[in-house]
Each structure stands twice: as structure tokens, then as C-alpha cells.
């Protein structure tokens, strides 16, 4: 099946710094990936859309002048939390999707738990 | 607007048969899926279905309803591993994914 890697698992920084999550598609190439991000007990909030080489898509509410969002190539899309905050403590996920299938299945990677000081 | 409805939690003993309901409404429909989550990680796919009926898949089945916007997810037999989160997601009209909040299966020995 498709694997979808994230980088890193965990990581945790002082509160004002950047932080960069990177997802890649390692067997398959990802022309749509979708960022989430999930609050304990919480279902999964979509938080922006990028298809590989245009700007990505945000959700009503997700600022993106602080969850910059870059999808450079068909198999790479980054995330970048800048100034981060406790608040954005959270449980972030990136998924793929590809065209070709019988239907668009996101495959998930497995997620960048990230805890601001 | 879009909205998914599942039950927050249920309790099942090993060995039995769990069913988990969900119900959506979205702006125009192109699919159901549920995926399960273990606690701290990243869901995984389960099932999908855009036609009516029952999809089996070992002790996993999916049922779909379009006329009445509902499924479930049907679990037989079982195992302490399958404790976890059961998502349910509708996809919309923009092939985007509206999530439920996830129904925790809690499974007693």
C-alpha cells in the first residue's frame, strides 16, 4: 500500500520559534496533500489543501501567514508553524492522495505531536 | 451545513459484535469511509463505500444508506487490539473529507 512518512514524530520548542514538519509520499506521488491537525479527543481538523506547485488552500479560521505551507514536489510538502505558541500544542497529520485509483483515499502519515513551551 | 454524527463512546466484551452508527449531511456525497485510530497516532483506512449495501472485509463490514445518510461499521469477533477510535468521513461534492469526532470502542475482556 502507499506510505506517507513525517518529519519529526515529536518535537518540542520554546514558545516564539519555528517549527518545519515535512510529509513525503515515499511510493507514490502526491499530487494533493492535505495538513490536519487533531486536539485530544478531537476529530481531525483539515487545516489547508496543497496541490504541488500552487499555493495551498486554506481553511476558514487557519491563518496562513503562520502555518506556511510549501508542496514543492510530488512527493514533499512542508509545514511550517512560525511563532509558535502553547496554544498550538497539538497533534499535527499530513495526508496524500493521488489520482488514479476507484475513488481519492487519503493515505495518512504517522502524525508530528508538537508541544510548545 | 456538513455535519457527521457518530456516538462518542461504546463498551464491548471481547469475541462479540459491535455495530457503530453514523450519520452525515453534506453538500453532495462521493463516498463514506471509516478509518481507525489508535491513541497518538495516525488513522488508518478501514473501509469505503459510495453504493448501497454492505461491504465485508473479514470481521470488518461497512453498511451505506445514501437515502437515509447513514452507515456503520460493523465489527465481529472481537480482539482487545481493535480498542481505539473509529472515524467516520463523508467525502462532499469538492472530493473533501467532512470527519466525524470519532466514536472510542472501548473492548472489556
Redesign the interface.
Known amino acids: 500500500g502507499a506510505v506517507v512518512s513525517q518529519h519529526p514524530s515529536r518535537v518540542i520548542c520554546k514558545s516564539g520559534t519555528s517549527v518545519k514538519i515535512e510529509c513525503r509520499s515515499l511510493d507514490f506521488q502526491a499530487t494533493t496533500m492535505f495538513w490536519y491537525r487533531q486536539f485530544p ?6 487545516m489547508a ?1 496543497s496541490n504541488e506547485g500552487s499555493k495551498a488552500t486554506y481553511e476558514q479560521g487557519v491563518e496562513k501567514d503562520k502555518f506556511l505551507i510549501n508542496h514543492a514536489s510530488l512527493t514533499l510538502s512542508t509545514l511550517t508553524v512560525t511563532s509558535a505558541h502553547p496554544e498550538d500544542s497539538s ?1 499535527y ?1 499530513c495526508s496524500a492522495s493521488s489520482p488514479g485509483g476507484t ?9 508530528t ?1 508538537l508541544t510548545v513551551l | 451545513g456538513q455535519n457527521i454524527d457518530q456516538p462518542t463512546e461504546m463498551t464491548a466484551t471481547e469475541g462479540a459484535i459491535v455495530q457503530i452508527n453514523c450519520t452525515y449531511q453534506t453538500s453532495g456525497f ?2 463514506l ?1 471509516w ?1 481507525q485510530q489508535h491513541a ?6 478501514l473501509s ?1 463505500n ?1 453504493l448501497d449495501g454492505l461491504e465485508e472485509k473479514g470481521r470488518f463490514s461497512s453498511f451505506l444508506s445514501r437515502s437515509k445518510g447513514y452507515s456503520y461499521l460493523l465489527l465481529k469477533e472481537l480482539q482487545m487490539k481493535d480498542s481505539a477510535s473509529y ?1 467516520c468521513a463523508a ?1 462532499d461534492s469538492n ?3 467532512i ?4 466514536t ?1 470502542l472501548i473492548i472489556k475482556p
Not at chain 1, 479527543?41 to 483539515?46: A, D, P, T, V
Not at chain 1, 475513488?103 to 502524525?111: L, R
Open positions: 479527543k478531537k476529530s481531525l481538523m483539515l489543501t497533534f497529520i475513488y481519492n483515499e487519503q493515505f495518512f502519515g504517522p502524525g505531536r | 462521493n463516498g469511509f478509518y497518538g497516532e495516525a488513522p488508518t483506512f469505503y459510495v472515524l467525502m472530493y473533501q473529507l470527519w466525524g469526532a470519532g472510542k
